[in-house]
């Protein structure tokens, strides 16, 4: 050692600022590592799961084809090579786009009613959504190893709209 870091480090006062250095570095480290998990579990439980409970509508899945889609849910008012739109009642709609491969690459569907057959955000998501003040009702998950997206939506009002749409992560 050089004779000024002899003289440091016979130093109290250095001896003390040195431990007082690595102590409150390796508090910072441990603080960092402690705040980077607890992130890494919350994004966990934001959607990365491999799915959602929800991840069909009438039986149609993302992927399907065309025809297996007319197949399941009959033929469409308005039908296409992008897109069909189907009517199953004055309160429920559905509409299913398809890529160039004319394979569905987003299903959503529509509920204009309050009525119980209307897919609650708990029966899509498997948890409660917090509803806002005025009764509206907002939340998308991406399922990043699954490949979609899904989201819930639900107006105030009476009767409330409620859209659930699936969506391929493109």
């Known amino acids: 050692m050089t004779s000024l870091t002899q003289k440091l480090f016979e ?5 003390r600022l040195f431990t007082l250095i690595i102590a409150s570095a390796s508090l910072l480290i441990a603080i960092s590592f402690a705040n980077a998990q607890t992130s890494k579990r919350v994004t966990a ?5 491999e799915s959602a409970l929800f991840h069909d509508y009438r039986g149609v899945e993302l992927g399907m084809t065309a025809d297996e889609v007319r197949k399941k849910l009959g033929d469409p008012k308005d039908k296409g090579d992008e897109q069909d739109f189907f009517i199953f009642s004055e309160s429920e709609t ?5 890529d160039k491969a004319r394979k569905v690459i987003t299903i959503s569907a529509d509920f204009l009613t309050a009525s119980t057959s ?3 955000a708990k029966q899509v ?3 409660e959504v917090e509803a806002k003040a005025d009764g509206s009702v907002y939340k998308m998950i991406r399922f990043p190893k699954a490949g979609y997206w ?3 939506n639900r107006t105030g009002g009476t009767p409330p709209l409620t859209t659930v ?4 992560i493109q």
């Open 11 to 15: 130093s109290r006062a250095y001896c």
């Open 45 to 49: 439980q934001a959607g990365d799961e």
């Open 94 to 98: 559905a509409q299913v786009v398809y």
């Open 118 to 120: 209307v897919p609650t």
């Open 125 to 127: 998501f498997g948890s």
């Open 150 to 152: 899904l989201s819930y």
């Open 165 to 168: 749409t699936l969506q391929k």
